[in-house]
């Protein structure tokens, strides 16, 4: 399934008529060129108007991008440009935008070549403000058109995630699980980011399955199973319910799906679910996160909304972790210290049940929720896809409605560590810079639930300008500071 937006950015340069509007359209020839050269060229659309001072041209402009297609837009000053009709343009354009601004070429050229686009663009962003229209305005918005087309590039994966956002629907099954109140889910943010939800009880859910007993397709199903588990096919008879249920799902989605284009999951997976289903859905969960539907566990809605933004920005998979146990000191010594530049209280390790993608996996293979397991029979707990997460970087992350209906978000960048965990589950041992202060201040202080989303790569400068680009105050915008950077809850003489 085709989860995730083609971003088409339509590039409209502007200009105010008392500077030459040909500085504006040879920039605009020379911006497209070097994205081109190095680019996608199917990202971007070049607008053939020009716009001075007219708003009848503005009009035209944006016509002519949304005639093209154009899902995101970039407003570049060619030189000073109309704060009046640039400012408009963006207003009334639907998707995402940017604003970029052209630098001087040469000393050689600053009597009539001379652009002003420095100055020009401090209007645009007081008349944004004035017309409370959000753009996105890189660290670097001014200048070459071999900065800026590398600036457009970095745009790409931030309208993926915005325009995903516009189009999502999340879909849920039953209440959040008992002794679960941390994965409470206000929905009135969902629907000022522009989020649909449609919330079911897990007796729908259950119904659909047991209509999808003899699907002809399950056989299919359970091949394709069999061969991505390998010699981890350690469960083959719980398979064809695996299956089963992996096309419930995916019905679900095709028939409720609506006017919506993107779909994420929030699943019930216990308490009941097992005796009743007579599985773990934890493998199923996996697989349709790595064909880009994230799947989260125990209803969390926001832990389904955060792996989709991710899902958008990295087009790989994610997971959602658990922020789970520390790391036992006899395996800092051993295995840690003196190796990887970590304090013991950087470590932590991230598990769950068995939902992450074996794409994402050192090693894998199929057993039962040993958790579960210790109140239940064995055999209705099958289903876990477990073993050690591969190492290499990551991006820990989520974006939350508090239980006071406020947006907030953190972001920290680490790594996995090459260390085995000696465990159970889909699981690993994280490394992030001060997470123990971040842990402290941010997780707990700002009343987090312990899900947290993991995109398999640095991916925080992106995350964050999605976020702040999505309403997320500034304030409310965290991520783990260096030791240099105390929290404003942080005791000053610890």
């Not at 020379?30 to 009848?56: F, G, M, Q, R, W």
């Not at 229209?133 to 993926?160: C, K, M, Q, W």
């Not at 079911?200 to 091949?223: G, M, Q, T, W, Y």
Request: with cysteine.
């Amino acid at each position: 399934m085709d989860n995730t937006p083609k971003v088409k950015i339509g590039i409209v340069a502007v200009s105010r008529d008392c500077f030459p509007e040909s500085l504006s359209v040879g920039r605009r020839k020379a911006l497209v060129k070097a994205y081109t050269e190095k680019y996608n060229k199917d990202d971007i659309y070049e607008c053939p108007v020009c716009i001075v001072e007219s708003e009848i041209q503005m009009v035209e402009a944006l016509e002519d991008i949304n005639k093209a297609g154009c899902n995101a837009l970039c407003v570049y000053l060619g030189n000073f440009g109309p704060e009046i009709s640039e400012t408009l343009l963006a207003k009334h354009f639907s998707g995402p935008k940017m604003f970029i601004a052209a630098a001087e070429e040469s000393q050689d050229s600053l009597l009539d070549g001379r652009g002003d686009a420095y100055c020009g663009l401090l209007n645009a962003s007081y008349n944004l403000k004035l017309r409370s229209t959000r753009a996105y305005i890189p660290e670097n918005p001014v200048g070459d058109a071999e900065d800026l087309a590398d600036e457009i590039h970095s745009f790409v994966p931030i309208a993926r995630a915005l325009i995903g956002l516009s189009e999502l629907k999340i879909i849920s099954f039953g209440p959040r699980p008992l002794n679960f109140l941390a994965c409470n889910a206000p929905i009135q943010q969902l629907y000022n980011l522009g989020v649909e939800i449609e919330e079911n009880s897990e007796l729908d859910l259950f119904e659909a399955f047991n209509k999808h007993a003899d699907d002809p397709r399950i056989a299919e199903v359970v091949a394709d199973m069999e061969k991505e588990l390998g010699v981890g096919n350690k469960k083959p008879e719980v398979l064809s319910k695996l299956a089963q249920y992996e096309l419930t799902l995916l019905d679900w989605v095709k028939d409720h799906k609506g006017y919506r284009k993107y779909v994420a999951i929030a699943g019930k997976c216990w308490p009941a679910f097992q005796t009743q289903f007579g599985f773990v859905p934890c493998y199923v969960n996996s697989r349709l996160t790595g064909k880009g539907i994230p799947v989260s566990c125990e209803v969390d809605i926001y832990g389904a909304l955060s792996e989709f933004i991710g899902t958008c920005i990295t087009e790989d998979a994610v997971t959602l972790l658990d922020i789970n146990n520390s790391v036992p000191k006899d395996m800092y010594k051993e295995s840690i210290e003196g190796k990887f530049d970590y304090k013991h209280s950087d470590t932590f390790m991230g598990f769950h049940c068995g939902n992450t993608c074996s794409s994402k996996m050192s090693s894998c293979e199929m057993r039962y929720q040993k958790i579960m397991a210790r109140t239940l029979p064995k055999e209705v707990t099958n289903g876990t896809l477990e073993g050690d997460i591969a190492p290499g970087d990551i991006t820990f992350y989520r974006l939350q409605s508090t239980a006071d209906g406020k947006l907030r978000a953190y972001i920290a960048e680490g790594e996995i560590l090459p260390v085995a965990t000696r465990s159970f589950g889909s699981i690993a041992v994280f490394a992030i810079k001060e997470m123990g202060r971040f842990y402290r201040h941010v997780l707990i202080e700002k009343n987090y639930p312990h899900h947290g989303a993991v995109a398999f790569g640095h991916y925080g400068k992106l995350l964050y300008e999605v976020f702040k680009y999505a309403g997320v105050p500034l304030e409310d915008l965290d991520y783990n500071k260096p030791a240099s950077l105390p929290y404003k809850s942080e005791n000053p003489f610890s």
